[in-house]
């Protein structure tokens, strides 16, 4: 069974660093990227970047550019997604996903909420 | 970036009838759209792949048609778990970009 589970819900404050895990199974983690999604409360989906197992390459929405690092461990099939300088904005449920072009393999994890006050 | 535009942003039908939603994007983007289907406390559900590809285990009351610039969803007749937020996604480009939802509420 293919599963994506997601590392728990946070609380930050203003300026700190969240880094979210996302930790695959049941398939080969090199195989499909893994693409990150914001959803604020209430609000719309967003594409954040994605990051391909296989060998880091990644792709970043420029509005996260330059605060989004999106890494994958191999050896533990896991992705990461981190965030800084967080700002009340970025309270949001974030999750992962493989979102391949064609086909049937698209599982998303549970996503984890992010919630960012003083 | 692919602008996305999603109409209409939210509208309210009965159960059985025909509901379509639009989603027009500011490039060609060839047929690379996929449609999401999205519930409350829930991650989205691919419904259609490749513009009008129907996802494996998606009832056949939805279909997807378009190309280019100009996307559709149909819903042939709604039923009751069908109500929620409907998304378009182009992956044709980066960054991937995602329509403004619909709402599909109850009558």
């Known amino acids: 069974e293919v599963q994506l589970v997601q590392s728990g819900a946070e609380v930050k404050k203003p300026g700190t660093t969240v880094k979210i895990s996302c930790k695959v199974s049941?398939?080969?983690?090199?195989?499909?990227?893994i693409h990150w999604v914001q959803q604020a409360p209430g609000k719309g989906l967003e594409w954040m970047g994605l990051?391909?197992?296989?060998?880091?390459?990644?792709k970043y929405a420029e509005k996260f550019q330059g605060r989004v690092t999106m890494t994958a461990e191999m050896s533990a099939d896991t992705a990461y997604m981190e965030l800084s300088s967080l700002r009340s904005e970025d309270t949001a449920v974030y999750y992962c996903?493989?979102?391949?072009?064609?086909?049937?393999?698209?599982?998303w994890g549970q996503g984890t909420l992010v919630t960012v006050s003083s | 970036d692919t602008q996305m535009t999603q109409s209409p942003s939210s509208l309210s039908a009965s159960v059985g009838d025909r509901v379509t939603i639009t989603c027009r994007t500011s490039?060609?983007?060839?047929?690379?759209l996929g449609w999401y289907q999205q519930k409350p406390g829930k991650p989205p559900k691919r419904l259609i792949y490749?513009?009008?590809s129907l996802q494996s285990g998606v009832p056949s009351r939805f279909s997807g048609s378009g190309s280019g610039t100009e996307f559709t969803l149909t819903i042939s007749s709604l039923q009751p778990e069908d109500f929620a937020t409907y998304y378009c996604?182009?992956?044709?480009?980066?960054?991937?970009?995602f329509g403004q939802g619909t709402k599909v509420e109850i009558k």
């Open positions: 996903a493989t979102l391949p072009l064609h086909g049937d393999f698209v599982f």
């Open positions: 049941g398939y080969t983690f090199s195989d499909y990227y």
């Open positions: 990051v391909d197992p296989e060998d880091g390459e990644t």
């Open positions: 490039q060609d983007i060839r047929d690379d």
């Open positions: 490749a513009a009008s």
């Open positions: 996604l182009q992956h044709n480009r980066y960054p991937r970009t």
